[in-house]
């Protein structure tokens, strides 16, 4: 394993599953981190299959809420993110993504300085038919703050109540991502 790889790796395996999807995620991820060469997009759409995508989930968590962008390719309510670059870390990806598609220097304090969550999902629309593992991280929002999401890649963005059954069309897994998020705002939901 390459050091940019290995550091993938320790993220995913530092993680505590919230389910046992997310316990079958983690896995995955592992073994294909283990066996392949290249965890980075090279080629447009969807080269090579799976590769890496960094979520950065903007969450206000004392007004309990989460920001999610209508996505211009997908017709998918998500947070900000994108895949992240040769070499980059999950981390770096998440800050440059909230940079270029919120036009905000994020804040990761809301969780430890690690991903929350992994997933491997199979994508939709125009990209159908890959594979994106994705490394959730979580960056401190303002709810009453209005954020302009970047017209390239969003057709507008708004909050959402994190209430994992009030949700739009989204990814498959945001609703998981809620439930886990909560166990962890539960007790420290007013800083």
Known sequence: MDPSTTAIAELVLAMT????????????????????????????????????????????????????????????????????????????AARREAREELGVDPTFDVVEQRPLFVTMTSTVGPTAGHVDVSLWVVARGDRAAHYDPHPDEFDGGRWWDLDPHGLPDTDPHLGRFIRKLDTILQPTAVR
Do not use: C, N
């Not at 299959?49 to 309510?77: A, E, Q």
């Open 17 to 92: 599953p919230f389910d046992d999807l997310e316990q079958q995620h983690i896995q995955q991820s592992l073994d294909w981190l283990a066996e392949t060469t290249d965890v980075y997009r090279r080629i447009r759409p969807a080269t090579p299959s799976p590769h890496l995508v960094s979520y950065v989930v903007l969450v206000d968590p004392t007004r309990r809420g989460i920001y999610l962008g209508v996505h211009r390719k997908s017709g998918l309510h998500l947070p900000m993110g994108g895949h992240l670059d040769p070499g980059e870390h999950p981390f770096a």
